[in-house]
């Protein structure tokens, strides 16, 4: 069994998209999935972000220390519960999350709600952090959100603009497997345009725009 490991960021529309391609097809690959922890607020540290990402840093860095707690306290299972339900509400939605209805959501995935205090504790960032430099790791360098790791080597992507649908995706997944498992191989790129397409129909879809947390 190939184990893939899908270093992502809650707010991102495209490891969203990613994500459902990924968890769709893996069955079909004899793979196991695991998703895990990366961070756009730790990524862009330092740097100069202009104003109109500023606020899904800041979505990053709030979001980014629940996740954390979550994961601290149910492990990985935990952090899967909970992007598919808050990813589903994000991004496919579009709707936002606020304080009180993130306990909501939190009991829709039987975790206690008292972990929503952590969006506000910035005892959380440390850990929000060493999460983020394991997928870093696996990557051997620096890169944004999605980072799929194939048996712990990793690569930046795959970026999707749209869910490639069943048999398409079954077939991307072998093609990705194979790239990662070749010795020499590094990077295979184009340009993109985003956001991605959006499907409100299902939840292994893709992604809505940007969307606010609120207190």
Not at 22 to 42: F, I, K, N, P, W
Not at 124 to 130: G, L, M, R
Not at 175 to 197: D, E, N, Y
Request: glycine share 10%; charged share 20%.
């Amino acid at each position: 069994m190939t184990d893939i490991d899908l270093y992502l960021d809650p707010v991102c529309p495209f490891a969203w998209v990613t994500s459902r391609w990924l968890l769709g097809a893996a069955e079909a690959v004899d793979a196991r999935v695991t998703l895990r922890q990366m961070s756009l607020a730790v990524l862009n540290e330092g740097n100069d972000v202009d104003a109109a990402h500023r606020p899904m840093i800041e979505r990053s860095r709030r979001l980014g220390r629940l996740f954390a707690a979550v994961t601290g306290v149910e492990g990985p299972q935990g952090f899967a519960r909970l992007y598919e339900t808050i990813g589903t509400r994000v991004h496919v939605h579009g709707e936002d999350v606020t304080r009180d209805g993130l306990d909501e959501l939190l009991e829709k995935c039987g975790l206690d709600t008292a972990l929503s205090a952590s969006l506000d504790d910035i005892a959380f960032d440390d850990a929000v952090a060493s999460a983020h430099a394991v997928g870093q790791r696996s990557l051997g360098g620096r890169g944004g959100s999605p980072v799929l790791a194939v048996d712990g080597r990793g690569f930046f992507g795959p970026v999707l603009t749209a869910d490639p649908g069943p048999r398409q995706g079954v077939a991307l997944l072998e093609a990705v497997i194979t790239m990662a498992t070749t010795p020499g191989f590094a990077v295979l790129q184009r340009p993109f345009a985003g956001p991605p397409t959006i499907d409100k129909a299902g939840h292994r879809s893709a992604a809505a725009p940007e969307v606010a947390l609120r207190s």
